[in-house]
């Protein structure tokens, strides 16, 4: 089984209720998305390398640490990925960011894959998938497969909400990959939408109902 990171952060679950909350408008629900991210790169990244370096401060010279780690590749779940980027991006400025392109089938639940496109050597560097929702697991699972596919071996992943069954669907399917979640909400409804969850993602970031 995959390292599973549930937030325990009184911040992090702050910001996540309000999230959820219906009456919260789009420009605050990307604000949350963003701070949310931010506040969990900041637990994901805690392994980064570190090398000592002189440097002088206006005192006296003086060895200390800079990160030193793999080159870094942010990758999105489009859409609703897209909405965590800035939050990490915010953290380590120079990541690369690749991109790819899923849909959930609304009648089978099952992800259907468009689009794919990945930062140049994949293989070296640290990557970190980001979508806020793990429901089926379906759409992680096949976005980290088709990253391994193409060489990616040092790969975390992010949501910030999680079913209970995307959560083993996942670890069961990928278990060297570290999965980081803000919380693990009670289950999964007919239509396979999240309880108590907080909607569709993708439509309450960028406004489309
Ligand atoms: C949502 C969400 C995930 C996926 C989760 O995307 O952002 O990618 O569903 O569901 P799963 O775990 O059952 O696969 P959606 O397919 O609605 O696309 P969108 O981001 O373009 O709205
Ligand atoms: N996708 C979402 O945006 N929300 C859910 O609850 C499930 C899948």
Known sequence: MSELHVMTHPLIRHKITLLRMENTGTSEFRKLVEEISMLMGYEALTDLKTKDI???TPIEDTIQPVIDGKKMAIVPILRAGLGMVGGLLALVPNAKI?????????????????YCKLPPFIE??????????????GSLCDAVSEIKAQG????????IIAAPEGVENFTSNHPDVPLYVGCVD???????????GLGDAGDRIFGTK
């Open 152 to 159: 990616g071996r040092y790969i975390k992943c992010m949501c």
């Open 124 to 137: 070296q560097r640290q990557i970190i998938v980001v979508d806020p929702m793990l429901a089926t697991g």
């Open 186 to 196: 009670r289950c999964l409804n007919s239509n396979a939408y999240i309880c108590p």
């Open 54 to 56: 002189e440097i002088r």
């Open 98 to 114: 690749g991109h790819i392109g899923m849909y959930r089938d609304e009648v089978t639940h099952k992800p259907h894959a468009y």
